[in-house]
């Protein structure tokens, strides 16, 4: 064939430093573009071959191979596939592929929305021209007699064709790298870059570094005998998990593949395997974390695939945000690979995916909570957080699992809402106590077990939140919450014989006492007879006092004032503790102060952290009252 010189028709000038400008951000992805092109060839022949329109010699294998070579500025995509003609050069190469580039300018010249013009890669070929400065295509196509073709252009708007001396079928793509492209004559970026976008791709691939000097290996075993070279080995894994039947993968093969993929060494809770042909193609595997400690960000990755293909990582458009925090690999034909964000987030296909994969999540938490209670209760802890999440962020998942969210209780057992009520109706009706912190609440929560009562642990962030949702999702039952120390249930009182005109003037009495101790007019102090004689002070603070209090907080750190806030927090003195009595019996002993202050700091403990100043007085009082012992 004679050289022969032609002008790409375009539109513009120069399309090249566009496509070099808007895909910065992604400039990679020629790596996924070029290689998936490779994988296409190769399936092309496959197909070919089994249908007996093409004969492959008996030792074919096919591959592809990158070869990273920083002496010669040049890195290149070798595959043995179907290969080109000159004819198909020609209109593949120089009319078709370059469709996608003028589609993307057309794009670009229509909307300046960026995120349009970013997430649109469908450059195909032309993307090469991101990073290299001269694009050489040497390729041979299967058919018998083809002669190998050479096409060459340095990302102007011409390209040169002429004989090539490829020998092999398939293609070989060489790309001389110019400045802006020059991390990727590093083996280590071109193997990353390998391993982010086509790990999980169909065919073999092998990077190779001519000029890497390979560590000098014994090729003697220990007998003498001469040692068989190791095989190299492929970046990618050809034949993903997903891709099998669920019932023909076992246990250690999806830990195995969560291992790889996630690089986490935590075994995965459980998981949940996709696989739908209709009405559209989704398959995957999505798994359930194990939460590390509590400092852990609760942060998964959901890997979205298109045909073992790489597309992104946690797609919000089409992965529901509270699935988010999972992990796993989707893998979903049908979904356009090369299409903006925008697009998707209004794409009424993508909102079924998004529907199917959120309604499998919860039917498989439902069929555990069914069949393997025990394993469920025991992966509660970890995976509460992330159905929580997703109850205050999904109606419809929160319609399938509310029956199944559990409360660990002050018991030690795990119950649902109906079943917590249930058993605790005689006690209090549709009223729900939570701890938040059971090491300070302790002292409320012994009192609550001397007298056959629980409540349930909320001391997670996301608990609050919770709570409103429920009791909002309840508001026709009538159920609240209240923390074990917002008020005094019944069941913990005894009979109290005195009179409430009484009661008020004792109640009265006692408070100025211990305002006058505590130099503090606002102090409201009540008086209850409690069954237990031990306890002489309790700080009861409403259920809706705190939560305005907690919020207070949260945004006195933006800028508001919580000290404003003003506190109902109120003393209950237990008459029928001795040291009360006592007080009320003796006003004017000297130890009056010691005593109210003691009380008052030892409820206010087991209610909140105290402050430095009040830590501080408590135990320089304490050690007072102990060198009073002697
Ligand atoms: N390695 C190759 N072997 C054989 N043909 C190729 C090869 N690379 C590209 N081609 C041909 O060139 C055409 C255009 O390639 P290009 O990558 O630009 O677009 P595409 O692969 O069709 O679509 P896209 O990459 O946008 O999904 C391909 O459809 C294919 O026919």
Redesign the pocket.
Known sequence: MSTEKGNLSIHSENIFPIIKKWLYSDHDIFVR?LI???C??ITKLKKLDAMGEASLPEDNEFKIEVIVDDKEKTLTFI?N????TDEEVKQ??NQ??FS?AEDFLNKYKDKANEDQIIGHF?????SAFMVAEKVTID?LSYQEGAKAVRWVSDGGNEYEMSDSDRTERG?K?TLSIGEDGKDFLNEWTVKSTIQKYCSLMPIEIYLINPNKEEPKVENEDANGEAKEPEAPKPLNDTTPLYLKKPNECTDEEYKEFYRKIFMDFKEPLFWIHLNMDYPFNLKGILYFPKLGNQFDTMEGQIKLYNNQVFVADNIKEVIPEFLLLLKGVLDCPDLP??VSRSFLQNDGFVKKISNYITKKVADKLNSLYKKEKESYEKFWDDIHPFIKFGCLKDDKFFDKTKGIILYKTTTGDYVTLEEYLDRNKEKHENKVYYVTDETLQSQYIKMFKDNGMEAVIMNTTIDQPYISHIEMKESENNIKFARIDADLTDSLKDEDSTSEEDNKKLSEEVQTIFRKALANENLNVTMENLKSEDISAMIILPEESRRMQDMSKMYGMFGMDSAAMPSNESLLLNKKNKLVKYIIDNKDNENTDIFCNQIYDLAMISHKQLSPEAMTKFIERSNKILQKLI
């Open positions: 573009e998936s092109n490779g296409d060839a595959d596939g179907i290969g080109m593949y190469i078709i592929a996608g469908g450059l195909g070929f032309y390729t293609t793509i690979l090369n």
